[in-house]
């Protein structure tokens, strides 16, 4: 028997059609199972929610349709859904759908479930593989949540259209992002974000070696060393991030104490001129800030600021974590608590 999925067109696009199931957009969400109609009530989530931030809509919008819409199934939309939180809806009933075309729908005598289509068979990557400048595309891409044009990425990472477009086809090449539309209209989607991270910390020069210079700046505290740090080079208009180890601790995850603390400096500023603005020594011991040279500005680009200290993106944190002396199990905790994937 085939279904019929009535849905917003915002979101009707998200499920994939099946020989058996059939998506129309519509204003009305509805599902039609032969001469029987469910009706559905799309209820809108930001992506990546915590499970208990979830519950607590399931339960004032469960409350909400006894009293007004007794009959509508109420479905959580997202443009992300983690497979934990994914397996915690579905273990208590409850209807949920995301961009990645992951749907279950359950009403009286129905259940409709859809995993995230199969991926095309992987192809080997090129030789060659990814630049810095396509490292940075990636970090982007694995920040968004709705689907993503070429020229959207290009405008984000700050790259060519055909550097993100030959990023964005080397991923769908390989399974990674799914596609749909034609031509301008043409958009990509992450189907699975661990997967993408797990594919992204391989690649060589997401992890390569930078020239660095070790320093000395005086302060009590590492929270104290940071904030001279980024205040004094955001003064004098200098690109910095605080990244690795010492920035997961600013998330409450990473280690109290930070012997050195990596600095990533725009590739466009010597780090002997980023260290004399800093008033800082050049020294090979007792250094407490390793600077940096942020080839393809990894770290400088798209910046968050914690407590007046700019940080580099979280996936470049965890993938300078990783990098660091004993750095493996505080990526780990990071990748776990922040990242979430």
């Not at 769908?172 to 992450?190: D, I, S, W, Y």
């Not at 060589?204 to 080079?233: I, Q």
Request: some cysteine.
């Amino acid at each position: 028997m085939t279904v019929e999925f009535h849905l917003p067109t915002r979101i009707a696009r998200w499920i994939q059609p099946q020989p058996w199931l059939h998506v129309r957009s519509s204003d009305k969400a509805l599902l039609k199972l032969g001469n029987r109609i469910v009706r559905l009530r799309v209820v809108d989530v930001p992506a990546s929610l915590p499970v208990e931030h979830i519950d607590s809509i399931l339960r004032v919008v469960s409350h909400r349709e006894e009293e007004e819409e007794p009959h509508d199934i109420p479905v959580i939309a997202s443009p992300f859904l983690s497979q934990t939180v994914r397996q915690w809806l579905a273990e208590r009933n409850a209807s949920y759908l995301d961009s990645r075309g992951h749907c279950h729908l359950v009403a009286t005598g129905v259940l409709v479930h859809l995993d995230e289509p199969p991926p095309p068979p992987v192809k080997k990557r090129e030789k060659g593989g990814v630049g810095v400048h396509g490292i940075r595309a990636l970090q982007v891409l694995l920040e968004q949540q709705e689907p993503i044009s070429v020229s959207q990425l290009a405008h984000l990472s700050s790259v060519s259209l055909g550097q993100a477009h030959k990023i964005l086809e080397q991923l769908e090449q390989l399974g990674l992002v799914r596609a749909f539309g034609k031509g301008p209209a043409k958009r990509r989607v992450v189907r699975e974000r661990t997967e993408l991270l797990d594919w992204l910390e391989q690649q060589p020069s997401a992890t390569r070696w930078e020239p660095s210079l070790d320093v000395a700046l005086y302060a009590r505290r590492p929270e104290e060393l940071w904030s001279r740090m980024s205040t004094k080079l955001t003064q004098v208009g200098i690109p910095h991030a605080l990244t690795g180890a010492a920035a997961t601790s600013l998330y409450g995850v990473g280690p109290t104490n930070v012997p050195i603390s990596l600095v990533r400096i725009s590739p466009e500023i010597r780090l002997e001129q980023a260290a004399k603005e800093l008033g800082a020594e050049i020294t090979d011991r007792g250094a407490n800030l390793a600077l940096l040279h942020d080839t393809g500005k990894v770290g400088c680009w798209r910046t968050e600021t914690k407590n007046g200290i700019q940080l580099a993106p979280a996936i470049r944190i965890y993938l300078d974590a990783r990098s660091e002396r004993r750095g493996d199990d505080i990526a780990r905790q990071f990748r776990e608590v922040v990242l979430g994937y």
